[in-house]
């Protein structure tokens, strides 16, 4: 008799459906955990510059453009005002030091030196008639004094002749008092007069050394008019190439007004505007180059303006040796400032990358070169070609460093 078998459970086909069944749970499971749930952007890695970090020399430096100026300008301001009635000289034109420019007029200047110069030919004329009236009453003191003196000495006479009557009995009293009264009076008045041209004389005296005065200042007073009057004649303080004359023939001008200026043409010096950025850095001394036909050029800064006009301030720097052979006044170039002795570091090209990013993070691509992935790293000091990497880069690193403008906030880059 047959027996019925029990059939298994566990057979093949339940085992390959449990099986599949419990690897695809596994695998979900491992999607779920383990999976990089980043969100990702593809890119085509053509479009982007890739660059790798190094290390190496950094120069702490900025790049600034400067225009070729004179050494000296020297401006040329108006001493008197008037009207230009001639004009010798345009701008441009090469000049040597004396040679006039304008020439110009002012009637008022003119009746006021005629003037001066009438007032002081009157303190002449008066100067010398208080001269010619002080030897006229010498001559009459001592003639006066004269004629004095001969009266004294008879009526001193009379009164010794009556005194030694009056004391031999031979004369009246009355006679002898009479005389004497005389002679006393006489004296007197010779006292009187005497005193009395002193005064005369030493006012006159008084007179001419004040009319003196006055005719000494007038005369300087004088001498200044005319150097004014000579100032209606600009001319060329110096050498050089008058680079600019701003009036023309009839045009009033007033006195202090700028008309032009001359530039000194025995040697160039070059102006920089530097961002604002660095007023605390850059200061007299430092140095800077640029190349000129080929050929490096030292120079250092001697002057920082500073005013600051739309973010900017202005420096000028000398040529430590001669100017380079051929350079021309308002030509422009580049120019190397340093801010900084060199050092040592991590360098990662300058990029697009910074303005997104502010240097707090960077795409760095993976090996293998299938993706870049975002990265915190911490930038330094900057030049114009490198940024200095303070952390979360290493030597060999390949950096996205074009714009990041067009990848959002994705954190990883598939290529």
């Known amino acids: ?13 339940r085992i390959f459906l449990f099986g599949g069944g419990g690897a695809l749970v596994l695998l979900v499971l491992w999607s779920f955990i383990f999976a990089d749930k980043r969100s990702k952007l593809n890119v085509e890695k053509d479009k982007i510059t890739i660059s790798p970090v190094t290390k190496g020399s950094f120069d702490e430096y900025i790049a600034v453009t400067a225009v070729v100026h004179p050494l000296k300008t020297i401006r040329l301001d108006a001493i008197e005002g008037g ?4 004009k010798f000289l345009e701008g441009g034109s090469m000049v040597k030091r004396g040679d006039s420019i304008l020439a110009l007029e002012n009637q008022r200047l003119m009746m006021d030196f ?4 009438t007032e002081m030919y009157r303190l002449i004329n008066e100067l010398q008639n208080t001269r010619l009236r002080l030897k006229q009453d010498r001559f009459a003191l001592e003639k006066t004094l004269s004629d004095l003196d001969y009266q004294v000495d008879q009526a001193k006479d009379l009164y010794d002749r009556n005194n030694k009557l009056w004391k031999d009995k031979v004369v009246a009293e ?3 008092l009479k005389t004497k009264r005389e002679y006393e009076r006489l004296v007197r008045q010779r006292q009187i007069e005497v005193q009395s041209q002193e005064y005369q004389l030493d006012n006159a005296r008084t007179q001419i050394i004040q009319l003196e005065g006055t005719i000494a200042r007038t005369q300087r007073n004088l001498t200044l008019m005319k150097d004014n009057l000579s100032n209606l004649v600009v001319r060329a303080p110096v050498d050089g190439q008058l680079s600019s004359i701003n009036v023309e023939v009839g ?16 040697g160039f010096k070059m102006r920089a505007e530097v961002d604002e950025h660095y007023v605390n850095r850059v200061f007299a001394g430092l140095k800077a180059s640029f190349e000129f036909n080929g050929t490096a050029n030292e120079m250092e800064i001697t002057k920082v303006y500073p005013e600051v006009k739309n973010g900017r301030f202005e420096v000028d720097m000398n040529f430590v040796k001669a100017a380079p052979e051929g350079i021309r006044r308002g030509q422009s170039s580049p120019i190397r400032l340093e801010l900084g002795k060199s050092s040592e570091a991590l360098l990662l090209p300058a990029g697009g990358f910074f303005s997104d990013t502010g240097g707090n993070w ?6 293998g070169g299938s993706r870049a992935i975002k990265r915190k790293i911490s930038l330094g000091r900057k030049n114009p070609v490198y940024f200095e990497v303070l952390e979360g880069l290493n030597v060999g690193d390949q950096v996205i460093t074009s714009t990041y403008e067009n990848f959002g906030d994705k954190e990883v880059l598939e290529f």
């Not at 009207?83 to 001639?86: D, L």
């Not at 005629?114 to 110069?117: A, D, F, G, P, S």
Request: proline share 0%.
């Open 251 to 266: 045009t009033s001008i007033q006195a202090g007004q700028n008309i032009g200026q001359i530039d000194d043409m025995n």
């Open 1 to 13: 008799m047959d027996r019925q078998l029990k059939k298994k459970f566990w057979n093949k086909q």
């Open 174 to 176: 009355q006679e002898y």
């Open 83 to 86: 009207y230009v009635a001639r």
């Open 114 to 117: 005629v003037n001066r110069e």
């Open 362 to 367: 960077v795409y760095v691509v993976e090996k």
